[in-house]
């Protein structure tokens, strides 16, 4: 506790403005809750994951504050002469950015500042035009309020994968959290003009999938206080769309007081639009909702006067399929040109089957979006095309304008897919065709969510004992294949996830999060019926369910356990 002590008072006194007052009020707490707060602050450094870094907006070495954002900015200095820096709606985004600006030009890098609040998606299409040698990003993406991150970049709009940022760190490292930092104001703008050449090459590799038939499709969406509302109902609109807004959800702010958790995948964040929906004649075909910084995007479908969700998996399986069947013919790849698909490793092996069906190859990454973005770039020295990339946690790619999950330029392709395909009811009916022709895949994804980093080591815990025991010794039903990628001797396959394939088609993968405090389980079953796959999902959840309960249980560190809960998401 005297180490975090002497943290604490070095903080207290080197810092300034809202950061040394948020230590300040530390000291009026009770002694129990303070030698907490130290602990939880001060016992641990805040470190990049799957999603950059991410943390609660508060001082200390395990949040995200004005002392870590400068160093970020210093150690990225070291690496690039030129960066686009870019900010969403959250708490501090732009007072952030500003700051990481201002630092960088110190340095001697040419800045170039979004001058509003920018999809995520944006910024990878900025740093290539612009042709930067690096960018970042301030967001959180879909995590609670109380977050905000950076998410840093490198000269091909990709986000940085571990070997860069391990490049990162130790540049980083060699700051400490109190540097004298010159004030300038020496960076550039960037305004509409950047904004428009993004939906003008997005419009452009759209046009050919355009087919218009005077119809006026209802497509209603909300931003949950993000950035995409300025980007997605003029881009549907222009593609002759009726794009509704949900104006509860439509002004940014960073508190976002419509939801719990501002997350296109939480069924809690369509609440307000559904409920909306059903009161409009005709009812809209399709929902839409984008996460703050517009990278994931979810989708609901009418169906029978209600509203049935898209998973990640379907939309992705879906979009694929249309691209496949409406590509047009000076488009399609040809022997000497294949087409390429990629999906990372906890994203369903569905789109498989179909893929070998029409010649596609697709390729696998770890769990990221960046991985994803890296393979896309190898394409370029090989007789292979790019046809898309996606993930399971609702991220979709198609286009050359990025490196990045898009949930921009997804939304309108998913309205030409809803276009093409008449009405919802017929995309639906069309995921049922391809899963009668390849086999029903049920794929969900289960979280054990924990609080603070003794959380986080329970998390550790568990993942040290899953390791440790043989998986026959702890499932009852037959396994037939055991990967441990964090023992793999391949360092671009080397990561903190273990998966076990069962017989029958049903597999588990368990990784922590990477940008969230929790334990995550992909959970897959497939069938020659859709009954007989979700037996065999049941089947499995519920003995998932019964391993990890009992090994949560025998993890003695804390009792705080207790106070979690496993869920489906």
């Given amino acids: 506790m005297n180490d975090y002590l002497l943290r604490y008072q070095e903080w207290l006194e080197k810092s300034v403005g809202w950061v040394r007052e948020d230590l300040e009020s530390l000291k009026y707490l009770p002694s129990r809750d303070f030698e907490a707060q130290l602990r939880e602050r001060f016992g641990v450094l805040a470190d990049f994951g799957t999603g950059g870094i991410r943390q609660i907006v508060r001082a200390g070495t395990n949040g995200l504050n004005d002392p870590w954002v400068t160093r970020i900015a210093l150690g990225l200095a070291q690496m690039a002469k030129s960066a686009v820096i870019a900010y969403d709606t959250r708490n501090r985004s732009r007072y952030f950015a500003l700051l990481a600006a201002r630092t960088l030009a110190a340095q001697g890098v040419k800045v170039f500042l979004f001058d509003e609040p920018a999809p995520t998606p944006v910024l990878s299409f900025a740093i290539r035009r612009m042709k930067a040698q690096s960018g970042m990003v301030i967001t959180a993406s879909h995590n609670k309020p109380a977050y905000n991150g950076i998410k840093v970049y490198d000269h091909r709009g990709v986000q940085m994968i571990p070997r860069q940022i391990e490049a990162l760190k130790s540049h980083i490292e060699a700051f400490g959290f109190f540097e004298n930092v010159p004030e300038t104001f020496a960076y550039n703008l960037l305004g509409e003009e950047i904004k428009t050449e993004y939906l003008q090459e997005v419009c452009r590799e759209n046009a050919p999938y355009d087919q218009r038939d005077g119809r006026k499709q209802v497509i209603l969406y909300t931003p949950l206080h993000g950035t995409g509302g300025a980007y997605i109902p003029p881009l549907l609109d222009q593609f002759g769309f009726d794009c509704r807004i949900v104006e509860m959800q439509s002004r940014p702010d960073p508190a976002f007081p419509t939801v719990a958790y501002p997350n296109p995948e939480d069924p809690e964040a369509f609440k307000m639009a559904i409920t909306q929906a059903k009161g409009m004649h005709p009812m809209p075909e399709m929902i839409m909702a984008t996460d703050p910084d517009a990278d994931r995007i979810g989708v609901y479908l009418l169906e029978n006067a209600s509203y049935r969700p898209l998973n990640g998996n379907e939309i992705g399986l879906l979009l694929t399929d249309f691209l496949v ?34 010649g596609i190859q697709v390729i696998e990454t770890l769990t990221g979006f960046k991985f994803l973005g890296d393979q896309i770039e190898t394409l370029s020295d090989k007789n292979q095309a790019f046809l ?44 049922r065709e391809i899963y009668q022709m390849f086999g029903f895949y049920k794929d969900s994804a289960m979280s054990f969510e924990v609080e603070g980093t003794a959380g986080l080591r329970q998390i550790e815990g568990f993942m040290k004992e899953l390791r440790a025991v043989k998986p026959d010794r702890l499932f009852s039903l037959p396994v037939e294949v055991v990967k441990d990628y964090a023992a793999d001797p391949d360092p671009q396959w080397k990561a903190d996830v273990f998966l076990i394939r069962f017989y029958s088609g049903m597999k588990a993968i368990f990784r922590p999060s990477g ?18 796959s979700n037996r065999r999902f049941h089947t499995l959840k519920t003995e998932i369910n019964r391993v990890t309960s009992e090994m949560m249980a025998s993890l003695t560190e804390s009792d705080s356990f207790s106070k979690n809960r496993m869920k489906g998401e």
């Fill in 515 to 532: 940008t969230e405090p929790k334990l995550k389980i992909y959970l897959s079953a497939v069938g020659e019926t859709e009954e007989e």
């Fill in 325 to 358: 069947r409406a590509v047009p013919t000076n488009l399609l790849g040809t022997e000497d040109r294949a087409w390429v698909l990629f999906k990372t490793i906890v994203t369903s092996d569905s789109v498989k089957p179909y893929a070998t069906k029409n």
């Fill in 388 to 431: 898309a990339a996606y993930e399971e946690s609702y991220g979709f790619l198609h286009g050359d304008h990025a490196r990045d999950k898009d949930a921009i330029s997804t939304a309108l392709l998913l309205g030409l897919l809803l276009r093409n395909a008449g009405n919802a009811k017929r995309m639906i009916d069309r995921l």
